[in-house]
């Protein structure tokens, strides 16, 4: 069986960013350990292609992707739905623009430098052009790699009803562009055929973007462990996606579990979101029936340790040195 790689973070490295390099003195007591040994996009490629496991919780913000790298994730997915619902409250319904996007990846990746951050590029934006400038604009932010789907925009979640798909030669166009201009970014094509034409349609899409020399093909919302093994069959030769999200249409699946299918690059997009809001509605709903969380400290992260999340002794340590 494949292997999973271990989540458990190694020694913390000195990073180059502000705020986290302070040679050359020594860092702060206090500050929280969640640094990585920096890894390319090369590094992804090369540990899907060695046969092991990459499992990626989503992420919306700076501090998610910290919590993520924290918890030993090495790699994040930068979630459209979590994006759409976090910044502007709204569903993955096709609202949140390109430059917004590309906006929360800057954010994400520069207070994040040790983290790999696979962005999602939704349908690309447009034509093969408007692509290629996502493709440009995910480089600049720092991401490692991306997802490119082939609905009709404005496009939905893929466990949503109603979606609708592009014709094949148009989807096609828009891969052959991101691959061109790739450029190092790990790309994966992703088709939502299945829902709205037939997994037969899904399977031959993404036969044909694994021909074009993409990283990793995701047909979106297979809804029996049959159908996934009917895709892994289907579908030799490139790195396979699984999308397990609470509640959705995929049977939930753990990592060793999907491997023994055929997929190794595993996204739980919706996990951080669904908890974050179950555990803030609580709260709130305490607070405002109490007027206090005096007795519910046990729910919260102090004071303390929310700074040294966010590396409030490091930034003292900067003032001091800086001040007069």
Known sequence: MDTIDDPTPPAPTTSTRMGTNLAPHSKPSGVCAVTLAPMSSNGLRERLQAGHS???????????????????????????YCVSGTLLGLPDFGY?????????????????????????????????????????????AGASGLFLEDQVWPKRCGHMSGKQVVERDEWLAKVRA????????HITARTDARAAVGLDEALE?????RDLGVDAVFVEAPES????ERIAAALPGVTLVANMVETGRTPLLTPAELADLGFTLIVSPLSGLFSMVKAVQESLALLHAE?????????????????ALVHLPQHYEIEQRFSR
Do not use: K
Not at 179 to 185: E, R, S, T
Not at 205 to 209: E, V
């Open 54 to 80: 990459v499992l990626m919780p989503g992420v919306w913000d700076a501090l998610t992707a910290r919590l993520a790298h924290q918890a030993g994730f090495d790699t994040v997915f930068l979630s459209g």
């Open 96 to 140: 949140l623009t390109q430059t917004e996007m590309a906006e929360v990846a800057r954010r994400v990746c520069g207070a994040n430098p040790d983290l790999q951050v696979v962005v999602d590029a939704d349908t690309g934006y447009g034509n093969p052009l408007n692509t290629i400038r996502t493709v440009e604009l995910w480089r600049q």
């Open 178 to 185: 991101a691959v061109a201009m790739a450029d190092g970014l």
């Open 205 to 209: 899409r993404g036969r044909a973007a």
């Open 225 to 228: 462990i049959a159908e996934l």
């Open 291 to 307: 007027g206090s969380l005096r007795e519910h400290l046990h729910r919260l992260v102090a004071f303390d340790e929310f700074g």
